[in-house]
């Protein structure tokens, strides 16, 4: 049905109007009446009356309303879905500063497999489908391995591609290089390199100089090639002629003996540019199993680890240590479970943070390692080691099942991101003491 405008209206309705009054006088006519002419104020009010219906009956006749027109509902639906997609992006960005990974996880040309079967095989440089992947998985940093160095020109140029992958915020490049045994890479060929025996040979001089100076020596090379943080020195002590793993890397058997040589290697390691990491904590020295094999446990007490582990780690706290990584090793004696300390609230959250008032970035062991990989998936171990009070996990066996297992766990609300953001806050206080001497 047509509305017709207000002047059309006015004028049928006077048409109708005078039509009306002459068939009446023509009924009438003993009676000479003239007709009546309407009022002004009559057509006004008849007006407004009309205007107020045909405004009703386009309300009517109209398919939708205002509020339920489909434009603006899609207008809406977009922005909704634009704002809900940025703040997914947010969260995942977050998320990936948590994760310091192989750089085999973004690399689809090498599997679990090929690592497993071939071990010197790995990732060299960076391809355009890593950096895709990259942007959907983002990761806080990579740690590099023999596997992933060939020659210095090669090593220098990786190093670059993996810091130029997210340029706003680089990814922190980590490396094992404690000297002697565990050295990537100046045990790799082709790097001539400082070469040291072993960490217990430094340790036996009692001279805190020769740790503070094997630290500079091997955090200028490191600087020299890209790295950001060695997972070095082990502040175990070595006190287990049993132990298969820690042995000679340990700068001694004497607790206090330790902690000088480890905060010595740290202030050498700084004063080159290069931060050092304490490991494993709660103590690694006393143990007869090795975690990247299986299940390892000490049996001390609380009371006796402080007597003797867990000095070298206080006397780091006390020099301004930032970072401190945790062993997949379990103390049924202090938490009353067979948990490893990288699950465990009770050695990461209640010892280490509160009681010893550890501040900085607590890093796990690998989680690739058996003694996490044979008992729990990537995401759960990912999730358990948040909820313990870890800020980074390091090197999920796979990094998408962990990342996942995070997001959801964030989204669930399992996890608040009130959480996440305290970890944010530790490892951005780790990336600006980078450049800040001990």
Request: a positive charge; aromatic letters at 8%.
């Amino acid at each position: 049905m047509a509305v017709g405008k207000k002047t059309s209206k006015r004028f049928l309705k006077i048409t109708l109007i005078f039509f009306l009054s002459a068939v009446i006088s023509c009924a009438t006519s003993s009676n000479q009446l003239s007709p009546a002419e309407p009022s002004e104020e009559s057509l006004s009010n008849e007006n407004q009356s009309e205007d107020s219906s045909a405004a009703q009956i386009e309300s009517n006749f109209s398919p939708f309303s205002e509020k339920e027109n489909p434009s603006n509902n899609q207008k809406k639906s977009s922005k909704n879905k634009a704002l809900k997609n940025q703040n997914d992006e947010r969260l995942r960005k977050k998320i990936g500063q948590l994760f310091v990974i192989r750089p085999e996880s973004i690399d689809s040309r090498i599997t679990a497999k090929d690592l497993a079967q071939n071990p010197s095989r790995g990732t060299a440089d960076v391809s355009s489908k890593m950096a895709a992947f990259y942007k959907k998985y983002p990761a806080g940093g990579f740690c590099i391995f023999a596997r992933n160095i060939r020659t210095p020109v090669q090593l220098k140029i990786f190093t670059k591609q993996l810091h130029g992958l997210n340029p706003s915020k680089s990814p922190l490049l980590y490396i094992d290089e404690e000297g002697g045994v565990v050295a990537r890479l100046a045990n790799s060929k082709g790097f001539n390199l400082p070469q040291y025996k072993n960490m217990k040979s430094i340790g036996d001089t009692n001279n805190t100089d020769k740790a503070f100076s094997a630290g500079k020596n091997i955090g200028s090379y490191l600087k020299q090639y890209g790295f950001d943080i060695d997972f070095a020195p082990v502040a175990d002590v070595n006190t287990n002629p049993d132990n298969p793993i820690i042995g000679s890397r340990a700068f001694s058997s004497n607790p206090v003996l330790a902690g000088k040589m480890d905060v010595a290697f740290l202030k050498g390691l700084h004063s080159a540019g290069v931060l050092g990491c304490l490991k494993h904590w709660p103590g690694h020295g006393d143990t007869k199993t090795d975690t990247h094999v299986g299940y390892a446990e000490t049996n001390k007490t609380w009371a006796q680890l402080k007597n003797c582990e867990v000095i070298p780690f206080k006397a780091g706290i006390e020099n301004n240590l930032q970072i401190i990584m945790a062993a997949h090793i379990s103390a049924p004696k202090i938490t009353g479970n067979y948990l490893p300390a990288t699950l465990s609230k009770t050695l990461l959250t209640e010892k280490l943070r509160k009681e010893l008032g550890f501040k900085g970035v607590i890093i796990t062991d690998a989680m690739e390692m058996g003694a996490i990989a044979k008992n729990y998936s990537s995401g759960e171990a990912a999730v358990r080691a948040i909820k313990a009070g870890a800020d980074i996990i390091l090197m999920p066996l796979n990094y998408v099942n962990a990342f996942e297992g995070v997001l959801a766990a964030v989204k669930s609300g399992e996890i608040s991101e009130q959480r996440i953001d305290e970890s944010i806050m530790r490892i951005e206080k780790m990336r600006k003491s980078l450049t800040v001497l001990f």
